[in-house]
């Protein structure tokens, strides 16, 4: 049996965790575009709304469920005009393996990988990334998680707020993603 050409790693299903989140956006005011960030208040951190991916839900639920958890906002996903690799719905035959541009895309627009170390050192955790708006405007949040607090952040401001440039990357392609629309 033959090696695969290509650099492999594989994970079982104890070496790894899903997480989903979403950029929540509040386009209602096109000059002044908001996004929502979640203070957490354990970490005296400012962060994106996400967390781990439940057994049988599918990652954009899952991305939207934590996004009502920890906002208390309710949302929906936001298409946007991307590059990827998957092949349209549609494929018909073999379709080359490379980025082609969709529109009205509400797909994960980038992932996360990051090496959780511990016992393990070889533990992942995968975050999908989706972009998300308000599903109602003027509507006072739920309430969320206590130990989250979430506050809406003109874009700019939103970027240096954030605790981890990890965020900050995946905000401005977000941003990006929104403008381009």
């Not at 509507?139 to 989250?148: S, V």
């Amino acid at each position: 049996m033959a090696a695969s050409p290509y650099a492999t790693t594989q994970y079982n299903s104890e070496q790894f965790v899903e997480s989903c989140g979403a950029i929540l956006f509040n386009l209602s005011d096109s000059q002044n575009k908001k996004v929502c960030l979640v203070y957490y208040r354990a970490g005296d951190e400012w962060l994106l709304a996400k967390g781990r991916r439940n057994c049988g839900e599918s990652r954009h639920e899952a991305a939207l469920r934590e996004v009502r958890e920890e906002t208390g906002y309710k949302a929906r996903l936001y298409p946007v005009t991307m590059r990827t690799r998957a092949p349209p719905m549609d494929e018909q035959g073999h379709m080359p393996d490379k980025p082609r541009t969709y529109q009205d895309l509400t797909e994960p627009f980038m992932v996360t990988i990051r090496q959780l170390g511990g016992h393990n050192a070889n533990d992942i955790k995968m975050i999908w990334w989706y972009i998300a708006v308000l599903e109602e405007v003027g509507i006072e949040c739920d309430g969320g998680e206590k130990e989250f607090m979430p506050k809406f952040f003109p874009l700019e401001q939103a970027k240096k707020m954030l605790s981890f440039q990890n965020d900050a990357a995946v905000l401005e392609q977000a941003i990006h993603l929104v403008d381009a629309c």
